[in-house]
């Protein structure tokens, strides 16, 4: 009875599934609301934090062997910290300003009613201010940070951890990096196990944002939905796409690495879901593990392109439905002042809409249009967030490749042959990573 289903099950893999899911998730929300309020939408939440237990042991171990096999060379460490967050802010910076120009030429909010929005069910926390959000790097209990899952703040105590152990003899830290080494392989092969429930999270979340929100009110604000899904397309391919090109970075086998975390994003909304699988594909695509554990984490908090992209897009929306007439000059003033409160985007409750908030209010624009905004928001932020992996895992590779860690593209062209890329020394064993053909499976 079971033996079909058991032969689809090994000539298919889990992204097979998850994109069969995400349509079925759709249908029961849509026609099933109340089955889904009622049992389907607990489903959703376990994978998360079946994810979530994942991440503070991977990046740490992974973090750890990478730096640890740098030897002495420190200053990688901090060439490669510079080099990142000057590319984050330069992409960032573009990606508001095509928020901005696509709002414009749109016009997304005019004709937008803003009367009768009423903004009393809407609590949101204070912004956090630069320096707020500075001394959250340094956590006060690396416990803590790990129980909350602070992402920033455990890369930082892996960081120190790991620059420590380079500063003590080989005879003290050999048992400490065989244990990283071997918590890094195993905590890979945990996240393979996660991700065969991967299609029931995806299904269950998605027909519970469809439950919650409805269809019928992406007819209403369909012109601001389809504006920030045409923008962040539009922005993909006149910046990833150009940067790939320029940095020399295969298109087609670098998505297939980042395929399924990025259909994991954009089904779950959640960035952490897709971190441990964007991170196991990008260290079997031939990463360093030093330069995957380091940037990708560093880009949740500093690199939010799609967020960023819809911070500019969302206030221009609300500036034109309370007909708010913004000059060129307050416009790029509105951008100068993204660009800093967009960088604390990840560390704040509701996220992009405190920003906005907070941005909005400075500029005499009404609030209501955030009123307008919630009811579409979730579908919205399924796109903002798969750009957001999207351009973490770009930013990882052009890394690599600054680094000279990650050879151009043409000279792997056995790749996916089972050779490993960072082979690159003749005296290491050619030995096959058993990380290398997952790609495969889930292309």
């Given at each position: 009875m079971f033996e079909p289903i058991l032969k689809l099950l090994k000539k298919t893999g889990v992204s097979f599934w998850i994109v069969v899911a995400l349509p079925l998730g759709i249908i029961f929300g849509q026609f099933l609301p109340k089955?889904?309020?009622?049992v389907i939408q607990y489903f959703g939440p376990v994978f998360i934090s079946m994810v979530k237990c994942l991440v503070v042991p991977l990046i740490f171990s992974t973090l750890y062997v990478g730096i640890v096999g740098h030897g002495n060379d420190l200053k990688a460490v901090g060439r490669l910290a510079v080099k990142s967050i000057l590319y984050f802010e330069f992409v960032t910076t573009l990606a508001l300003i095509f928020g901005l120009i696509m709002a414009n030429i749109v016009k997304p909010g005019k004709g937008a009613n803003i009367s009768g929005v009423s903004l009393d069910g809407l609590t949101l926390a204070s912004p956090m201010k630069w320096s707020d959000y500075f001394g959250k790097v340094v956590p006060v209990s690396f416990f803590s940070a790990a129980s909350s899952n602070e992402v920033l703040q455990v890369v930082f105590c892996s960081i120190m951890?790991?620059?420590?152990s380079v500063q003590v003899p080989d005879s003290s830290r050999k048992s400490m990096s065989d244990f990283m080494k071997a918590l890094s392989n195993i905590m890979f092969k945990v996240t393979s196990?996660?991700?065969?429930y991967a299609p029931v999270g995806v299904f269950a979340a998605v027909a519970h944002t469809v439950a919650k929100n409805g269809l019928g009110i992406l007819a209403s604000l369909g012109k601001l939905v389809l504006t920030l899904y045409g923008t962040l397309i539009i922005f993909i391919a006149l910046v990833f796409v150009p940067m790939m090109i320029l940095c020399k970075i295969s298109i087609k086998p670098f998505s297939k690495a980042v395929m399924q975390p990025a259909i994991l994003a954009f089904t779950t909304a959640s960035s952490e879901s897709a971190l441990p699988i964007a991170l196991q594909n990008l260290e079997a695509f031939g990463i360093p593990p030093n330069i995957v554990s380091f940037v990708l984490p560093t880009g949740y908090s500093f690199n939010l392109d799609g967020s960023t992209l819809y911070l500019s897009l969302a206030a221009m929306f609300c500036a034109q439905a309370a007909n708010v007439h913004l000059p060129v000059s307050?416009?790029?003033l509105l951008v100068l002042t993204l660009m800093l409160s967009s960088k604390g985007v990840?560390?704040?409750?509701?996220?992009?809409l405190v920003v906005l908030?907070?941005?909005i209010e400075s500029f005499g624009i009404p609030r209501e249009g955030i009123g307008l905004i919630l009811g579409v928001d979730a579908f919205m932020d399924m796109a903002r967030t798969c750009t957001n992996l999207l351009g973490n895992c770009l930013a990882t590779v052009v890394m690599a490749r600054w680094e000279h860690e990650f050879p151009p593209y043409g000279r792997w062209e056995g790749r996916y042959a089972g050779m490993d890329p960072r082979l690159n020394n003749e005296s290491e064993s050619n030995t096959i990573d058993p990380r290398t053909a997952e790609i495969d499976k889930m292309a």
């Open positions: 089955f889904t309020e009622q951890f790991s620059i420590a196990l996660v991700m065969n307050k416009q790029i990840a560390a704040v409750p509701r996220a992009s908030s907070a941005t």
